[in-house]
């Protein structure tokens, strides 16, 4: 474990699963098991459920008067169509317009927000819109966050928690299970329906035992951090800064993507003004310099991260993130491509330091559950 301050209860739980907590944003997390079988995690969470500790989540509480206009200033949402109960993905920029984080923002009560975040600059953004407010700001370490993610995650959670099918896409609720006190939100990181448990530090491990224990039958089991990279390449969910310029940097220029390059300007509220870097952000639109894509790769290996992209000989891009799926029998990548390039069909070729050369197109992401059907299902 290296240079972690944060630590989640479930460190023995994740050690006997063989796991070294390699560090991610403060927290020793489980990126990967020696035991167990990530196809078959991949599998699990695809076709039944898995079970996987995200408590390395970052959680601000934003409370007072003037939670809404912090969280207005930070971000590119426009929160007083928030109601509580509800929750909006929304993304941080800095002065140049550029990304700094991303987050799901959950509405509380009328004066009360929790923002989960990830390893971006989302609590020093978050705690600089403050400044001068009538508003508090906690960082909230106790609060542990299980995603029990899967189609057969409602069969289950639905033995235990009443009402929990009429529980819509991005909505939460307070709830009971195994007669300890939750915030329950359909929401994850692995395009499929899905749900999270905010639970007390002191109650993460006997919730994760039960799950594991009950859920055993169902065919639920516990994943690894890593397994989200083979979930979310397919669903086109990205990954700071492991997508990013922050990661891949430009010849001559800072590290900063706009929302634009990153397919993410749907987060930015029809018409909304005033929100830190907005201007830039506008200015920006039409200027891209990159464009995020998908590739569709022939055969089943798959290239590793940083692997370059070459079109006629050339090299054009760079792949942030591949993976060869057992169910869908395809091996797909999200790069980093020219904008005459992505998302189209271009013929490319990946020239992979393990594998050698291979052959592929851009193509247009998500390549998994394109309506997203199954994340937003009813009942």
């Known amino acids: 474990m290296t240079n972690s301050w944060r630590f989640s209860t479930l460190v023995d739980r994740h050690r006997a699963l063989g796991s070294n907590l390699e560090d991610w944003s403060g927290m020793g997390t489980a990126w990967s098991y020696s035991k167990g079988d990530p196809d078959a995690e991949y599998m699990a969470i695809r076709t039944k459920a898995g079970l996987m500790d995200v408590s390395g989540l970052k959680k601000v509480h934003i409370t007072g008067h ?27 920029l800095n002065d140049a317009g550029k990304f700094i984080d991303d987050c799901v923002i959950y509405r509380m009560g009328p004066n009360s927000f929790t923002v989960v975040h990830g390893s971006g600059q989302g609590h020093e953004q978050l705690t600089m819109a403050a400044t001068g407010r009538d508003v508090s700001i906690r960082f909230d370490d106790n609060l542990h966050d299980l995603s029990l993610q899967g189609p057969l995650a409602v069969d289950y959670l639905e033995k235990h928690i009443p009402g929990i099918r009429n529980l819509a896409y991005f909505s939460h609720m307070g709830a009971s299970l195994f007669g300890k006190p939750i915030t329950i939100s359909r929401t994850g990181y692995t395009g499929e329906r899905g749900y999270e448990i905010f639970c007390r530090g002191q109650d993460a491990v006997m919730i994760w035992d039960r799950i594991l224990e009950e859920g055993a039958a169902m065919g ?139 052959k592929g197109k851009s193509a247009a992401l998500p390549f998994y559950d394109v309506d997203k059907k199954r994340r937003t299902v009813q009942g």
């Not at 206009?69 to 007083?80: D, K, L, M, P």
């Not at 169910?327 to 980093?336: E, G, P, S, Y």
């Open 66 to 92: 003037a939670a809404s206009h912090v969280i207005e200033r930070a971000t590119t949402r426009n929160v007083e169509k928030l109601m509580p109960g509800k929750a909006v993905y929304a993304c941080m």
């Open 220 to 358: 639920i089991i516990p994943c690894r951090f890593t397994t989200l990279d083979m979930l979310r390449t397919e669903s086109y969910l990205l990954f700071f800064p492991f997508d990013n310029s922050e990661m891949y940097p430009f010849e001559n220029e800072g590290p900063g993507d706009t929302l634009w390059e990153l397919g993410l300007d749907f987060t930015v509220s029809p018409g909304k003004v005033g929100f830190r870097g907005a201007e830039e952000h506008y200015r920006l639109k039409g200027r891209e310099r990159f464009k995020i894509s998908g590739m569709m790769l022939e055969g089943k290996n798959v290239p590793g991260n940083g692997a370059p992209v070459f079109k006629d000989g050339k090299q054009v891009g760079v792949v942030t993130q591949a993976m060869h799926s057992p169910l869908n029998n395809w091996t797909v990548a999200i790069a980093r491509l020219p904008v005459a390039d992505a998302n189209n069909g271009t013929a490319l070729e990946v020239r992979c330091d393990t594998h050698g050369a291979i």
